[in-house]
């Protein structure tokens, strides 16, 4: 049958990213002891397009997606995925997106109560031929913030709420990419208390009195999440942010820094 997509194209024009969108696959992630999580992953998955050619063959996405989505994802899969995407569609370079929640294991800090936390994660991954693979881990972890200001000029209590806090990091070349779980207690230690699915009552109490020993404005926590990425080994570029649904106010705080680290 003709191959339309192969046709010529006089128009002069070469596209940056084509390919599909909103794809929705089971998929299986690698996980610290070694197994793996079946996640529903959302997908987003390009390539560049010669100025030369019509179009892409769109089925090709699918049958790569369709194989990998049977086994455990990780940094080299994502790498693996990419290089069949440059060789099968003959294109420059290539890009994926997936997105998917992600739970991880929670004790409760006095009764120690077993409950899941889900996140908001994404890998993303892009190669160009000749070039390196460029990997890149976003996490997004729930937190507690508790006001300073309200607790200095209050008589009783102080305002607290619940937050986001979001981070998106890339490792030098040839550097162990770190796991979720690390990356999530590393963010959640600079909160002023972590956030549990389930707590008793003695669980309540020391989070609640934690979170007051331990104030924090949103520029406290941000600052403190860039300290701690500077310090990690092996981190070549990251990007941080600190948002705090606000108790008192009908709008959020929000607080947001990027850097490479030298």
């Known amino acids: 049958?003709?191959?339309?997509?192969?046709?010529?194209?006089?128009?002069?024009?070469?596209?940056?990213?084509?390919?599909?969108?909103?794809?929705?696959?089971?998929?299986?992630?690698?996980?610290?002891?070694?197994?793996?999580?079946?996640v529903l992953a959302r997908i987003c998955f390009t390539v560049s397009?010669?100025?030369?050619?019509?179009?892409?063959?769109?089925?090709?996405?699918?049958e790569i997606l369709n194989q990998w989505s049977a086994q455990p994802v990780a940094e080299s899969e994502m790498e693996a995925i990419l290089d069949e995407a440059l060789a099968r569609l003959s294109v420059a370079s290539a890009n994926i997106e997936i997105r998917f929640k992600y739970f991880i294991k929670k004790y409760a800090p006095v009764s120690g109560k077993v409950s899941f936390?889900?996140?908001?994660?994404?890998?993303?991954?892009?190669?160009?031929?000749?070039?390196?693979?460029?990997?890149?881990?976003?996490?997004?972890?729930?937190s507690t913030s508790l006001c300073p200001c309200s607790k200095s000029i209050s008589r009783y209590g102080a305002h607290n709420q619940r937050g986001v806090m979001r981070a998106r990091l890339r490792l030098r070349e040839g550097v162990e990419c770190i796991y979720i779980e690390d990356l999530a207690a590393l963010m959640e230690k600079q909160a002023s208390s972590p956030l549990y699915p389930l707590l008793k009552r003695e669980d309540e109490k020391y989070v609640t009195e934690r979170a007051y020993e331990n104030p924090k404005f949103v520029e406290d926590m941000l600052r403190d999440l860039v300290i701690a990425f500077r310090r990690m080994p092996g981190l070549e570029w990251f990007s941080v942010s600190c948002e705090n649904y606000e108790s008192i106010h009908n709008h959020n705080a929000y607080a947001s820094h990027e850097e490479c680290v030298q």
């Open 49 to 62: 397009l010669p100025q030369e050619y019509k179009g892409t063959h769109m089925s090709r996405f699918m």
């Open 1 to 38: 049958m003709e191959d339309i997509q192969s046709s010529v194209d006089s128009r002069g024009i070469a596209i940056q990213h084509v390919g599909v969108r909103d794809i929705h696959l089971p998929f299986q992630i690698r996980t610290k002891e070694g197994d793996f999580q079946q």
């Open 117 to 142: 936390l889900d996140l908001d994660c994404c890998f993303y991954g892009s190669k160009e031929k000749g070039r390196n693979f460029v990997f890149e881990l976003g996490v997004e972890v729930p």
